[in-house]
């Protein structure tokens, strides 16, 4: 995949991809669902999990939500985009689904989402183990909306010309996000380390980029609501998750 394209994917709005899920164009429709899958598989598998279903089930589950609930029946199609948050409107939505799959015999289903992927969600269920289904699900679903929003901003860096740039906030920032402090390596080694005069353009590199990331972070929200008071209370919610400042965003 080329440059160009990578950005125009990343540059999408998720209202955008979900009317494109649905769309006439057959290699849009295919993009737009792996990317679908590949979002917000975490979340809706974390919720399904938590709710005592073990790994295969869990995973069985997942597929034919997406399979049958979001490509099926239009799941998307049917939202009022005034109204609802998509983040809440899942949720109700993998609730009905659970339900309904329970009263049915098991059978082969569809794979959108790859074995590997499902193994992976499954180690990251590790952490989340204790929680509530609503609550497991929030947290993969913010980890999602940071990973969206840090693939935006890596994007913007690069067509700028200025990549550099992010992998210095990389090393300094995303790494050890939600840490403490103390846990950081030394600015003064890792701005030798990284080719830089001091220390004090680790700072200035990093309140830049951050600043970028922090506006990717307000646009995959926006998209994800209908109103801007919801936007507000959706930064909040992120805010408490991640100890990223609401006031930042």
């Known amino acids: 995949m080329n440059q160009q394209n990578t950005h125009a994917e990343f540059s999408a709005t998720r209202w955008t991809l979900v009317d494109a899920v649905t769309g006439d164009d057959e290699a849009l429709r ?16 974390a919720y399904i999990r938590s709710r005592g279903n073990p790994p295969d089930r869990a995973g069985e589950l997942t597929q034919t939500f997406f399979t049958e609930v979001i490509y099926g029946r239009d799941l998307f199609g049917r939202i009022d985009r005034r109204q609802a948050r998509l983040r809440s409107y899942l949720k109700a939505a993998i609730n009905n689904h659970v339900v309904d799959q329970s009263r049915k015999e098991r059978r082969r289903v569809s794979s959108v989402i790859s074995a590997s992927a ?16 609503e609550e497991a699900f929030d947290i993969r679903w913010t980890v999602a909306v940071l990973q969206e929003a840090l693939k ?17 906030f990389e090393r300094w920032f995303c790494r050890y996000l939600g840490t403490d402090a103390s846990v950081r390596p030394d600015a003064v080694d890792l701005a030798k ?32 609501v209908g109103e801007e008071d919801q936007l507000q209370e959706e930064l909040l919610h992120f805010a408490r998750l991640t100890n990223i400042s609401h006031n930042a965003l």
Do not use: H, M, W
């Open 30 to 45: 295919q993009s737009a669902r792996r990317q679908l899958a590949e979002q917000y598989f975490p979340p809706v598998y």
């Open 118 to 133: 499902l193994a992976e969600e499954e180690s990251n269920f590790r952490d989340l183990k204790g929680l509530s289904a």
């Open 152 to 168: 935006r901003c890596r994007a913007r860096f690069i067509d700028a010309g200025q990549e550099e740039q992010f992998l210095v």
């Open 193 to 224: 380390e990284l080719g830089l005069s001091n220390a004090d353009q680790i700072y200035s590199i990093t309140r830049r980029v951050r600043q970028r990331l922090q506006e990717a972070v307000r646009e995959v929200l926006r998209d994800q």
